[in-house]
C-alpha cells in the first residue's frame, strides 16, 4: 500500500516569513494529493490539493508543487499570519478521489510574532 | 445543510465493551470514510465506502465493522473494545472524483 513520509514534524516561522512543508509517497499510481489543515481541537480541513497532471497549483497565499519523478509534492506558505498556526497535513491516494486517503504525520506549523 | 454529524461527543468504555459511532452527512455525497487519529501517527483510514451497499477496509481495519445501508449513514462499529482503540474518530464524506472531502467533529473516544 501506499506510504506518506511528511517533514519537518514541527516548524517554528516568524510572522511574515515562508514556511514549507515536504511529503515523499510510495505508490507511483497515486494521483491526488490533497492537503489539510487542523486547528486544536478541530476537524481537519482542506486547504488545497493537486492532481497527478499538474506540476503547480496556487491559491493566494498557499501554493503546492508536485514532482511525480521524485514522489514528492510540497506545501509552500508566504507572507505566514498568526492564524497559519495549526498541523498541517499532507495526503495521497491512487483513487482520483478523497475516499481512499495515506495520510503523512503531520506539521505543527507555529508562527511567531 | 449540517454537513457531516458525528455522535457521541466523547464517550468511555470498558474493554469488551461494543457499541456504534454514528456518522450522517445531508449532502447526497457518495463516498463516506473512517478515519482514527492518534498522536504522532497522523489519520489513519479504517474503512471506506463508495455507496450505499459497498464497504471496503482500509489501513487499520481490525476491530471494526461498518455498514452502508442508506446514502445518509455510515456507523462505524467496535464489537468488542480494547484500549488500543483508545483515539478520535473522524467520519468524512465526499461527492465524487473532483469534490472536496469534508469531516465531522469527532468523536473522542477512551476505552479503560
Known amino acids: 500500500g501506499e506510504n506518506v513520509e511528511q517533514h519537518p514534524s514541527t516548524l517554528s516561522v516568524q510572522e511574515g516569513d515562508s514556511a514549507v512543508i515536504k511529503c515523499t509517497y510510495s505508490d507511483s499510481a497515486s494521483n491526488y494529493f490533497p492537503w489539510y489543515k487542523q486547528e486544536l481541537g478541530k476537524r481537519p480541513q482542506l486547504i488545497i490539493d493537486?492532481?497527478?497532471?499538474?506540476g503547480e497549483k496556487k491559491d493566494q497565499r498557499i501554493a503546492v508543487t508536485l514532482n511525480k519523478t521524485a514522489k514528492h509534492f510540497s506545501l509552500h506558505i508566504t507572507e505566514t499570519q498568526p492564524e497559519d498556526s495549526a498541523v498541517y497535513f499532507c495526503?495521497?491516494?491512487?483513487?482520483?478521489?478523497?475516499?481512499?486517503?495515506?495520510f503523512g504525520t503531520g506539521t505543527r506549523l507555529q508562527v511567531t510574532f | 445543510n449540517a454537513g457531516v454529524t458525528q455522535t457521541p461527543k466523547f464517550q468511555v468504555l470498558k474493554t469488551g465493551q461494543s457499541m456504534t459511532l454514528q456518522c450522517a452527512q445531508d449532502?447526497?455525497?457518495?463516498?463516506m470514510s473512517w478515519y482514527r487519529q492518534d498522536p504522532g501517527m497522523g489519520l489513519r483510514l479504517i474503512h471506506y465506502s463508495v455507496g450505499a451497499g459497498i464497504t471496503d477496509q482500509g489501513e487499520v481495519p481490525n476491530g471494526y465493522n461498518v455498514s452502508r445501508s442508506t446514502t445518509e449513514d455510515f456507523p462505524l462499529r467496535l464489537l468488542s473494545a480494547a484500549p488500543s482503540q483508545t483515539s478520535v474518530y473522524f467520519c468524512?464524506?465526499?461527492?465524487?472524483?473532483?469534490?472536496?472531502?469534508?469531516f465531522g467533529p469527532g468523536t473522542r473516544l477512551l476505552v479503560l
Open positions: 468524512a464524506s465526499n461527492g465524487g472524483v473532483s469534490e472536496t472531502q469534508y
Open positions: 493537486i492532481r497527478s497532471n499538474v
Open positions: 495526503a495521497a491516494t491512487p483513487t482520483g478521489t478523497a475516499s481512499k486517503l495515506t
Open positions: 449532502m447526497n455525497h457518495e463516498y
